[in-house]
């Protein structure tokens, strides 16, 4: 059975950082892409950041672009997601995801939640 | 980026009611990258319907998918108490993969 286990969150003033994990299990990790999806409180989803299967590439929206890294430890089968300079807009439940082909996410953790506030 | 136009935003639906989610992309999308979710109050999204047409694994098959181009749809031919919950498609043809904004459907 595929689980994703999220950790790392919680309240964090803004521009302060934050480092989110998902332990990987019940796949072999090291063969899959990874993603950050996160939904702000009473909104929609949102696509954060993808890496793939080696981390040796990796893919983030716009708004995020040079304050969040994205990335994994393949040995560990942990996907990580730091995030700087966080913004009162980054608060949300950040979910991490396994991607498959076509890009359609069937595994889902149960979420972590970041709220940034002062 | 790919804007998906969710219709309606929220459905009042009787038990046993068929209902119709459409999903309309800003630029062509294959269908194979056109996919649904549910969403049930505090809980992470579950993959209901995958290309287009697919069903997940475990899912009924009072729901179904359909659609090519920019113009989708979601439909739950008899709705049950249990599929109370917010639906969304995603698409993943072009990068940003992006979701439609939800709907919501509540039970009369």
């Known amino acids: 059975e595929v689980q994703l286990v999220e950790s790392g969150g919680g309240l964090v003033q803004p521009g302060r950082s934050l480092k989110l994990s998902c332990a990987a299990s019940?796949?072999?990790?090291?063969?899959?892409?990874m993603a950050w999806v996160r939904q702000a409180p009473t909104k929609g989803l949102e696509w954060v950041a993808s890496?793939?299967?080696?981390?040796?590439?990796?893919y983030y929206r716009d708004s995020v672009k040079g304050r969040f890294t994205i990335s994994r430890d393949n040995a560990k089968s942990t996907l990580y997601l730091q995030m700087d300079s966080l913004r009162s807009e980054d608060t949300a439940t950040y979910y991490c995801?396994?991607?498959?082909?076509?890009?359609?996410?069937?595994?889902w953790g149960q979420g972590v939640m970041v709220t940034v506030s002062s | 980026a790919i804007v998906l136009n969710q219709s309606p935003s929220s459905i009042i639906a009787s038990q046993g009611e068929k209902v119709t989610i459409t999903c309309r992309a800003s630029s062509s999308i294959s269908s194979n990258y056109l996919h649904w979710y549910q969403q049930k109050p505090g809980a992470f999204p579950k993959l209901v319907i995958y290309?287009?047409?697919y069903r997940a694994s475990g899912v009924p098959s009072r729901f179904s998918g359909s659609g090519s181009g920019t113009s989708y749809s979601f439909t739950i031919s008899r709705v049950e108490a249990e599929d109370v919950a917010t639906y969304y498609c995603?698409?993943?043809?072009?990068?940003?993969?992006?979701f439609g904004s939800g709907t919501k459907l509540e039970i009369k």
């Open positions: 995801t396994s991607p498959r082909p076509y890009v359609y996410y069937p595994y």
């Open positions: 290309s287009t047409s």
């Open positions: 890496i793939t299967n080696s981390g040796g590439s990796t």
């Open positions: 995603q698409q993943g043809s072009s990068n940003p993969p992006t």
């Open positions: 019940g796949f072999t990790f090291s063969n899959y892409y």
